[in-house]
Nanobody, 123 residues
Framework: VQLVESGGGLVQNGGSRKLSCTVP????????MAWYRQAPGNKRDLLAR???????TYAESVKGRFTISSDNAEKTVFLQMNSLKPEDTGTYYC??????????????????WGVGTVVTVSS
């Protein structure tokens, strides 16, 4: 089971883009969600995290430019990206911490990852 991100694409240097990701299903809450980025040849890095109480943390590289937000009722997380730079290019992944876990089929999942969406910032 994987999440599906939306909003990726090609954007010019200095431009903006908004990503979104929804955890499907009902009857459970999501304690925390986050966005990661993996640039070509690099490891996957945490960019921003938001808890269900609204508290947020950011990587230094995106602080002041990116904003993470969420709609807890819809189990949706957003990433507003402003002042994009070529070094922001990469595959962006959504992550959901499911706390005690949810059962899908016969499997209990404690976390879910997105399939990734590519953001390319042209110089």
């Amino acid at each position: 089971v994987q999440l599906v991100e939306s909003g990726g694409g090609l954007v010019q240097n200095g431009g903006s883009r908004k990503l979104s990701c929804t955890v499907p299903g009902s009857g459970f809450s999501v304690p925390a969600m986050a966005w990661y980025r993996q640039a070509p040849g690099n490891k996957r890095d945490l960019l921003a995290r938001i808890s269900s109480d609204g508290s947020t943390t950011y990587a230094e590289s995106v602080k002041g430019r990116f904003t993470i937000s969420s709609d807890n009722a819809e189990k949706t997380v957003f990433l507003q990206m402003n002042s994009l730079k070529p070094e922001d290019t990469g595959t962006y992944y959504c992550y959901a911490n499911l706390g005690p876990g949810i059962v899908i089929g016969t499997t209990r999942y404690y976390e879910l990852w997105g399939v990734g969406t590519v953001v390319t910032v042209s110089s």
